[in-house]
Protein backbone atom coordinates (compact mmCIF):
# COMPACT_ATOMS: atom_id res chain seq x y z
CA UNK A 1 0.00 0.00 0.00
CA UNK A 2 0.95 3.67 -0.54
CA UNK A 3 2.62 5.35 1.93
CA UNK A 4 0.46 8.87 1.05
CA UNK A 5 -2.63 6.45 2.30
CA UNK A 6 -1.59 5.39 5.50
CA UNK A 7 -2.71 7.49 8.18
CA UNK A 8 -6.24 6.99 6.61
CA UNK A 9 -5.53 3.45 6.91
CA UNK A 10 -4.06 3.22 10.28
CA UNK A 11 -6.99 5.45 11.62
CA UNK A 12 -9.12 1.73 13.17
CA UNK A 13 -12.67 2.59 13.13
CA UNK A 14 -13.35 -0.07 16.18
CA UNK A 15 -10.94 2.19 18.57
CA UNK A 16 -12.50 5.43 16.81
CA UNK A 17 -15.72 3.84 18.12
CA UNK A 18 -14.69 2.90 21.72
CA UNK A 19 -13.41 6.30 21.83
CA UNK A 20 -16.52 7.43 21.34
CA UNK A 21 -18.76 4.88 24.02
CA UNK A 22 -15.80 5.49 26.75
CA UNK A 23 -16.51 9.53 26.59
CA UNK A 24 -20.80 9.30 25.82
CA UNK A 25 -20.75 6.65 28.38
CA UNK A 26 -18.26 9.01 30.80
CA UNK A 27 -20.14 12.32 30.33
CA UNK A 28 -23.88 10.39 30.67
CA UNK A 29 -23.18 8.98 34.27
CA UNK A 30 -21.48 12.94 34.81
CA UNK A 31 -25.28 14.33 33.48
CA UNK A 32 -26.71 11.85 35.76
CA UNK A 33 -25.00 12.45 38.91
CA UNK A 34 -25.68 16.26 38.10
CA UNK A 35 -29.38 15.77 38.04
CA UNK A 36 -29.87 13.57 40.87
CA UNK A 37 -27.87 16.47 42.80
CA UNK A 38 -29.96 18.77 40.89
CA UNK A 39 -32.89 16.97 42.17
CA UNK A 40 -31.50 16.77 45.66
CA UNK A 41 -31.25 20.50 46.18
CA UNK A 42 -34.01 21.95 43.89
CA UNK A 43 -36.26 25.17 44.86
CA UNK A 44 -39.71 24.40 46.23
CA UNK A 45 -40.31 28.15 47.93
CA UNK A 46 -40.16 30.97 45.57
CA UNK A 47 -41.62 33.36 48.24
CA UNK A 48 -38.60 35.21 47.84
CA UNK A 49 -38.93 36.69 44.63
CA UNK A 50 -40.44 40.32 44.65
CA UNK A 51 -40.51 40.18 48.44
CA UNK A 52 -38.48 43.22 49.53
CA UNK A 53 -40.41 46.52 48.78
CA UNK A 54 -38.41 49.21 46.56
CA UNK A 55 -40.76 52.09 47.83
CA UNK A 56 -42.75 52.48 50.36
CA UNK A 57 -46.78 53.99 51.06
CA UNK A 58 -47.54 56.79 49.18
CA UNK A 59 -44.19 57.37 46.85
CA UNK A 60 -43.73 55.78 43.56
CA UNK A 61 -40.90 55.69 40.70
CA UNK A 62 -40.67 57.80 37.77
CA UNK A 63 -38.30 58.69 34.87
CA UNK A 64 -37.50 62.45 35.19
CA UNK A 65 -35.43 63.98 32.21
CA UNK A 66 -33.22 67.12 32.99
CA UNK A 67 -33.44 70.69 31.66
CA UNK A 68 -31.65 73.09 33.86
CA UNK A 69 -29.32 72.99 36.41
CA UNK A 70 -28.40 75.49 39.21
CA UNK A 71 -24.80 75.79 39.21
CA UNK A 72 -24.57 77.05 43.07
CA UNK A 73 -26.81 74.64 44.91
CA UNK A 74 -26.14 71.85 42.20
CA UNK A 75 -30.63 70.94 41.82
CA UNK A 76 -32.08 70.09 38.68
CA UNK A 77 -35.19 71.06 37.18
CA UNK A 78 -36.58 68.09 35.96
CA UNK A 79 -39.42 67.14 33.64
CA UNK A 80 -41.68 63.73 34.86
CA UNK A 81 -42.06 61.54 31.92
CA UNK A 82 -46.09 61.55 31.62
CA UNK A 83 -46.34 64.82 34.01
CA UNK A 84 -45.51 67.38 31.59
CA UNK A 85 -48.36 69.69 32.16
CA UNK A 86 -47.22 69.90 35.49
CA UNK A 87 -44.37 71.62 34.22
CA UNK A 88 -40.65 71.47 36.05
CA UNK A 89 -39.81 70.26 39.50
CA UNK A 90 -37.11 70.74 41.34
CA UNK A 91 -35.00 67.58 41.59
CA UNK A 92 -32.08 68.35 44.81
CA UNK A 93 -28.69 67.26 44.21
CA UNK A 94 -27.59 63.67 44.53
CA UNK A 95 -26.23 62.21 46.97
CA UNK A 96 -22.62 62.32 47.86
CA UNK A 97 -20.44 59.87 45.79
CA UNK A 98 -22.76 60.35 42.71
CA UNK A 99 -21.81 62.49 39.61
CA UNK A 100 -23.53 65.97 39.15
CA UNK A 101 -26.15 66.56 37.19
CA UNK A 102 -26.19 67.38 32.93
CA UNK A 103 -28.94 68.71 31.25
CA UNK A 104 -30.63 65.73 29.13
CA UNK A 105 -30.02 63.04 32.19
CA UNK A 106 -32.66 60.70 32.59
CA UNK A 107 -33.07 59.79 36.35
CA UNK A 108 -35.17 57.35 38.17
CA UNK A 109 -36.49 59.40 40.81
CA UNK A 110 -38.48 58.37 44.28
CA UNK A 111 -41.66 60.58 43.26
CA UNK A 112 -43.64 61.30 47.15
CA UNK A 113 -47.46 61.64 47.36
CA UNK A 114 -46.37 65.76 48.09
CA UNK A 115 -45.41 65.15 44.38
CA UNK A 116 -41.70 65.84 45.48
CA UNK A 117 -38.99 64.04 44.18
CA UNK A 118 -35.86 62.22 45.51
CA UNK A 119 -33.26 61.27 43.87
CA UNK A 120 -32.63 57.71 43.18
CA UNK A 121 -30.47 56.94 40.44
CA UNK A 122 -28.97 57.67 36.59
CA UNK A 123 -30.84 55.82 33.91
CA UNK A 124 -28.26 53.60 31.93
CA UNK A 125 -30.48 51.92 29.28
CA UNK A 126 -29.46 53.46 26.49
CA UNK A 127 -25.51 53.10 26.76
CA UNK A 128 -25.73 49.30 28.33
CA UNK A 129 -27.89 48.71 25.41
CA UNK A 130 -25.55 50.07 22.76
CA UNK A 131 -22.64 48.36 24.34
CA UNK A 132 -24.73 44.89 24.01
CA UNK A 133 -25.51 45.30 20.79
CA UNK A 134 -22.05 46.11 19.48
CA UNK A 135 -20.49 43.28 21.56
CA UNK A 136 -23.56 40.43 20.21
CA UNK A 137 -22.68 42.22 16.88
CA UNK A 138 -19.05 41.47 17.09
CA UNK A 139 -19.29 38.68 18.23
CA UNK A 140 -21.34 37.34 16.06
CA UNK A 141 -19.12 38.64 13.23
CA UNK A 142 -15.91 36.91 14.15
CA UNK A 143 -16.95 34.06 15.57
CA UNK A 144 -20.14 33.02 13.45
CA UNK A 145 -21.98 30.01 14.48
CA UNK A 146 -19.52 29.51 17.31
CA UNK A 147 -20.09 32.93 18.80
CA UNK A 148 -23.90 32.31 18.13
CA UNK A 149 -23.71 29.19 20.34
CA UNK A 150 -21.64 30.93 23.14
CA UNK A 151 -24.12 33.29 23.11
CA UNK A 152 -26.82 30.92 23.47
CA UNK A 153 -25.30 29.26 26.23
CA UNK A 154 -23.88 32.25 28.03
CA UNK A 155 -27.86 32.56 28.00
CA UNK A 156 -28.85 29.50 29.14
CA UNK A 157 -26.39 29.26 32.01
CA UNK A 158 -27.60 32.76 33.49
CA UNK A 159 -31.06 30.92 33.47
CA UNK A 160 -29.70 28.03 35.27
CA UNK A 161 -28.11 30.32 37.81
CA UNK A 162 -31.08 32.52 38.35
CA UNK A 163 -34.17 29.93 38.27
CA UNK A 164 -31.90 27.57 40.02
CA UNK A 165 -29.10 28.34 42.20
CA UNK A 166 -30.41 31.53 43.52
CA UNK A 167 -33.58 30.15 44.68
CA UNK A 168 -32.02 27.09 45.93
CA UNK A 169 -29.57 28.99 48.17
CA UNK A 170 -32.41 30.91 49.29
CA UNK A 171 -33.93 27.59 50.59
CA UNK A 172 -31.30 26.23 52.35
CA UNK A 173 -29.80 23.94 49.51
CA UNK A 174 -26.13 22.81 50.25
CA UNK A 175 -23.72 25.09 48.87
CA UNK A 176 -21.25 22.36 47.84
CA UNK A 177 -23.81 20.20 45.73
CA UNK A 178 -25.75 23.38 44.70
CA UNK A 179 -22.42 24.83 43.40
CA UNK A 180 -21.31 21.40 42.04
CA UNK A 181 -24.53 21.17 40.06
CA UNK A 182 -25.02 24.44 38.55
CA UNK A 183 -21.36 24.28 37.30
CA UNK A 184 -21.53 20.75 35.98
CA UNK A 185 -24.98 21.86 34.15
CA UNK A 186 -23.99 25.06 32.92
CA UNK A 187 -20.48 23.77 31.53
CA UNK A 188 -22.74 21.10 29.09
CA UNK A 189 -24.87 23.84 27.92
CA UNK A 190 -22.34 25.87 27.36
CA UNK A 191 -19.01 24.51 25.81
CA UNK A 192 -21.47 21.93 23.42
CA UNK A 193 -23.53 24.75 22.39
CA UNK A 194 -19.97 26.73 21.52
CA UNK A 195 -17.74 23.99 20.60
CA UNK A 196 -20.69 21.42 18.63
CA UNK A 197 -21.24 17.70 19.71
CA UNK A 198 -17.92 15.97 19.91
CA UNK A 199 -14.58 14.13 21.62
CA UNK A 200 -12.35 17.79 21.83
CA UNK A 201 -15.49 19.25 23.44
CA UNK A 202 -15.91 16.91 25.72
CA UNK A 203 -12.08 16.35 26.75
CA UNK A 204 -12.85 20.33 27.41
CA UNK A 205 -15.76 19.21 29.54
CA UNK A 206 -13.96 16.37 31.49
CA UNK A 207 -11.28 18.56 32.26
CA UNK A 208 -13.02 21.44 33.43
CA UNK A 209 -15.17 19.18 35.28
CA UNK A 210 -11.80 17.96 36.80
CA UNK A 211 -10.55 21.17 38.01
CA UNK A 212 -14.12 22.61 39.35
CA UNK A 213 -14.29 19.17 41.16
CA UNK A 214 -10.49 20.25 42.92
CA UNK A 215 -11.48 23.99 43.12
CA UNK A 216 -15.02 23.02 44.97
CA UNK A 217 -13.16 20.85 47.63
CA UNK A 218 -10.70 23.09 48.48
CA UNK A 219 -12.98 26.45 48.92
CA UNK A 220 -14.91 23.57 51.28
CA UNK A 221 -12.34 23.16 53.40
CA UNK A 222 -10.12 26.90 53.06
CA UNK A 223 -14.09 28.72 53.52
CA UNK A 224 -14.43 26.30 56.78
CA UNK A 225 -10.66 26.76 57.74
CA UNK A 226 -10.72 30.68 57.64
CA UNK A 227 -14.25 31.27 59.05
CA UNK A 228 -15.31 33.33 56.02
CA UNK A 229 -18.98 34.49 56.82
CA UNK A 230 -19.85 36.36 54.42
CA UNK A 231 -20.63 39.54 57.02
CA UNK A 232 -18.63 41.87 56.31
CA UNK A 233 -20.01 42.84 52.59
CA UNK A 234 -22.71 45.57 52.24
CA UNK A 235 -24.81 43.18 50.06
CA UNK A 236 -24.41 39.98 52.88
CA UNK A 237 -25.66 42.67 55.62
CA UNK A 238 -28.81 43.12 53.31
CA UNK A 239 -29.12 39.41 53.26
CA UNK A 240 -28.82 38.63 56.93
CA UNK A 241 -30.90 41.97 57.47
CA UNK A 242 -33.54 40.47 55.15
CA UNK A 243 -35.40 37.82 57.12
CA UNK A 244 -34.18 35.28 55.26
CA UNK A 245 -31.87 32.27 56.52
CA UNK A 246 -29.57 32.41 53.86
CA UNK A 247 -26.15 30.62 54.65
CA UNK A 248 -23.68 33.39 54.17
CA UNK A 249 -20.69 31.26 54.78
CA UNK A 250 -22.54 28.79 52.09
CA UNK A 251 -23.17 32.18 50.17
CA UNK A 252 -18.94 32.31 49.90
CA UNK A 253 -18.43 28.57 49.25
CA UNK A 254 -21.33 28.68 46.15
CA UNK A 255 -19.56 31.71 44.75
CA UNK A 256 -15.93 30.98 44.86
CA UNK A 257 -17.38 27.71 42.75
CA UNK A 258 -19.13 29.63 40.40
CA UNK A 259 -16.21 32.27 39.68
CA UNK A 260 -13.72 29.33 38.93
CA UNK A 261 -15.85 28.32 35.57
CA UNK A 262 -14.94 30.89 33.38
CA UNK A 263 -11.51 30.74 33.87
CA UNK A 264 -11.29 27.43 33.93
CA UNK A 265 -13.45 26.66 31.04
CA UNK A 266 -10.66 29.33 29.09
CA UNK A 267 -7.67 27.32 29.85
CA UNK A 268 -9.51 23.74 29.26
CA UNK A 269 -11.08 24.14 25.88
CA UNK A 270 -7.43 25.99 24.63
CA UNK A 271 -5.29 22.82 25.88
CA UNK A 272 -7.65 20.78 24.15
CA UNK A 273 -7.28 22.38 21.09
CA UNK A 274 -3.88 22.87 20.98
CA UNK A 275 -3.79 19.07 21.36
CA UNK A 276 -6.15 18.55 18.99
CA UNK A 277 -3.19 20.88 16.80
CA UNK A 278 -0.80 19.61 17.52
CA UNK A 279 -1.95 15.77 16.62
CA UNK A 280 -2.90 17.13 13.61
CA UNK A 281 0.41 18.29 12.34
CA UNK A 282 2.21 15.58 13.60
CA UNK A 283 -0.22 12.65 13.42
CA UNK A 284 2.99 9.98 14.22
CA UNK A 285 4.33 11.05 17.54
CA UNK A 286 3.35 9.28 20.76
CA UNK A 287 0.61 10.05 23.51
CA UNK A 288 3.29 10.68 25.64
CA UNK A 289 4.97 12.96 23.42
CA UNK A 290 1.68 15.01 22.61
CA UNK A 291 1.73 15.36 26.17
CA UNK A 292 4.51 16.93 27.18
CA UNK A 293 4.15 19.16 23.68
CA UNK A 294 0.74 20.11 24.86
CA UNK A 295 2.30 20.94 28.68
CA UNK A 296 4.69 23.47 27.25
CA UNK A 297 1.69 25.27 26.07
CA UNK A 298 0.17 24.47 29.20
CA UNK A 299 2.15 26.28 31.11
CA UNK A 300 2.29 30.08 29.60
CA UNK A 301 -1.65 29.37 29.61
CA UNK A 302 -1.06 28.90 33.57
CA UNK A 303 1.26 31.83 34.03
CA UNK A 304 -0.83 34.48 32.00
CA UNK A 305 -3.94 33.00 33.34
CA UNK A 306 -2.88 33.46 37.27
CA UNK A 307 -2.46 36.92 37.19
CA UNK A 308 -5.21 37.64 34.76
CA UNK A 309 -7.25 36.14 38.30
CA UNK A 310 -5.38 38.47 40.17
CA UNK A 311 -5.91 41.64 38.68
CA UNK A 312 -9.46 40.65 38.15
CA UNK A 313 -10.15 40.45 41.56
CA UNK A 314 -7.71 43.16 42.64
CA UNK A 315 -9.88 45.15 39.99
CA UNK A 316 -13.14 44.23 42.05
CA UNK A 317 -11.65 44.96 45.11
CA UNK A 318 -9.99 48.09 44.61
CA UNK A 319 -12.24 50.31 46.77
CA UNK A 320 -12.41 48.04 49.46
CA UNK A 321 -8.30 47.85 49.11
CA UNK A 322 -7.95 51.71 49.12
CA UNK A 323 -10.82 51.81 52.33
CA UNK A 324 -8.52 49.62 54.15
CA UNK A 325 -4.91 51.36 53.42
CA UNK A 326 -6.30 54.20 55.59
CA UNK A 327 -6.49 52.53 58.31
CA UNK A 328 -2.99 52.12 60.75
CA UNK A 329 -2.61 47.85 60.21
CA UNK A 330 0.66 45.98 59.49
CA UNK A 331 0.45 44.20 55.95
CA UNK A 332 -0.50 40.56 57.36
CA UNK A 333 -3.50 42.13 59.64
CA UNK A 334 -4.81 43.67 56.48
CA UNK A 335 -4.15 40.53 54.09
CA UNK A 336 -6.06 38.52 56.67
CA UNK A 337 -8.84 40.74 57.82
CA UNK A 338 -12.16 40.07 56.13
CA UNK A 339 -12.36 42.32 54.07
CA UNK A 340 -9.37 41.15 52.51
CA UNK A 341 -9.33 37.02 53.19
CA UNK A 342 -12.21 36.48 50.89
CA UNK A 343 -10.71 37.85 47.60
CA UNK A 344 -7.24 36.21 48.89
CA UNK A 345 -9.01 32.99 49.40
CA UNK A 346 -10.86 33.41 46.31
CA UNK A 347 -7.75 34.18 44.03
CA UNK A 348 -5.98 31.54 45.43
CA UNK A 349 -8.35 28.46 45.50
CA UNK A 350 -9.17 29.45 41.74
CA UNK A 351 -5.40 29.36 40.68
CA UNK A 352 -4.41 25.80 42.25
CA UNK A 353 -7.76 24.67 40.35
CA UNK A 354 -6.41 25.93 37.17
CA UNK A 355 -3.24 24.80 37.35
CA UNK A 356 -4.14 21.17 38.20
CA UNK A 357 -6.61 21.48 35.65
CA UNK A 358 -4.28 22.04 32.39
CA UNK A 359 -2.30 18.75 32.93
CA UNK A 360 -5.67 17.02 33.70
CA UNK A 361 -7.17 18.31 30.31
CA UNK A 362 -3.62 17.79 28.70
CA UNK A 363 -3.88 14.53 29.24
CA UNK A 364 -7.48 13.16 28.29
CA UNK A 365 -6.89 15.35 25.06
CA UNK A 366 -3.56 12.79 25.04
CA UNK A 367 -5.68 9.67 25.36
CA UNK A 368 -8.50 10.49 23.53
CA UNK A 369 -7.26 12.20 20.25
CA UNK A 370 -5.58 8.45 19.88
CA UNK A 371 -1.57 8.35 18.19
CA UNK A 372 -2.85 8.51 14.52
CA UNK A 373 -5.96 10.43 14.36
CA UNK A 374 -6.76 12.58 11.75
CA UNK A 375 -7.92 16.36 11.35
CA UNK A 376 -11.35 16.51 11.36
CA UNK A 377 -13.81 18.78 9.83
CA UNK A 378 -15.30 21.05 12.24
CA UNK A 379 -19.36 20.64 13.12
CA UNK A 380 -19.68 24.13 13.86
CA UNK A 381 -19.19 25.29 10.52
CA UNK A 382 -15.69 25.77 10.01
CA UNK A 383 -13.40 25.37 7.26
CA UNK A 384 -12.40 21.83 7.42
CA UNK A 385 -8.41 21.29 7.86
CA UNK A 386 -6.55 19.99 5.11
CA UNK A 387 -5.67 16.14 6.32
CA UNK A 388 -1.80 15.85 7.00
CA UNK A 389 0.09 13.85 4.54
CA UNK A 390 3.47 12.24 4.66
CA UNK A 391 6.34 13.64 3.30
CA UNK A 392 7.81 12.05 0.38
CA UNK A 393 10.79 10.01 1.03
CA UNK A 394 13.59 8.51 -1.58
CA UNK A 395 13.80 5.50 -2.13
CA UNK A 396 17.08 3.60 -1.01
CA UNK A 397 18.37 0.38 -2.71
CA UNK A 398 18.02 -3.00 -0.87
CA UNK A 399 21.21 -4.28 -0.13
CA UNK A 400 21.50 -7.22 -2.20
Same mark, same amino acid.
Given at each position: ?????????????? /??????????? %??? +?????????????????????????????????????????????????????????????? *?? +????????? &???????????????? !?????????????????????????????????????????? !????????????????? %???????????????? *??????????? /????????????????????????????????????????????????????? !???????????????????? &????????????????????????? %? +???????????????????????????????????????????????????????????????????????????????????????? &??????????
Amino acid at each position: MGAGHSHGLERAPQ /ASERTTIILSS %IVG +AVLFLTVLGAMAVWPTDWSFMRSVPTTYEGATWVSVEVVDVDPTSEAAQVVVDGQEDAGAQE *LA +APALGTSAY &EVGDHIRALQLDTGEL !IFGDFERDGPLLLLLVVYVLLVVAIAWWRGIGALLGLVAAFG !IIIFFTVPALFGGADPL %ITGLVTGSGALAVLLY *LAHGFNARTTT /AYLGTLAGLTITALLAWWAVDASRLTGLWSEEGSHLELSGRSVDLQGLVLCGI !IIAGLGVLNDVTVTQASAIW &ELRAARPEISRWNLFQRGMRIGRDH %I +ASTVYTIAFAYVGAALPTIMLISLYDASLGTTLTGAEIAEEVVRTLVSSIGLVLAVPLTTGIGALVVGQHAIAEEDVMGDEPRDEPRD &EPRSESPEPA
